[in-house]
């Protein structure tokens, strides 16, 4: 894998989240926005990665029509802290 994305994660584990983004052999992406700058050097990662959201933007839509809800693109999703 060219990067890993996180999703979530536990509150508690943020000192934990920081020191992998700091020290791991990956790019760790934390905000999407933030992509372009993270992968800069890596522009298979950043195809990967737009193909990836491309599927996910059009999942989220055709859910979000069927469900009758609002749509979020994937860009303006936010990390889940519990």
């Not at 996180?6 to 790019?27: D, Q, T, W, Y």
């Not at 990836?52 to 889940?80: D, G, M, P």
Request: charge should be positive.
């Amino acid at each position: 894998m060219p990067y890993a994305r996180v999703l979530g994660f536990r509150k508690n584990s943020s000192a934990l989240l920081g020191k992998i983004k700091k020290c791991g052999s990956i790019p760790l992406l934390t905000k999407l926005p933030d992509a372009s700058a993270v992968l800069e050097n890596a522009p298979q990662a950043m195809d990967l990665l737009n193909k990836t959201t491309f599927a996910s933007n059009l999942y989220e839509s055709i859910l979000a029509q069927k469900n009758s809800a609002s749509y979020v693109h994937e860009y303006r999703q936010q990390i889940i802290i519990v």
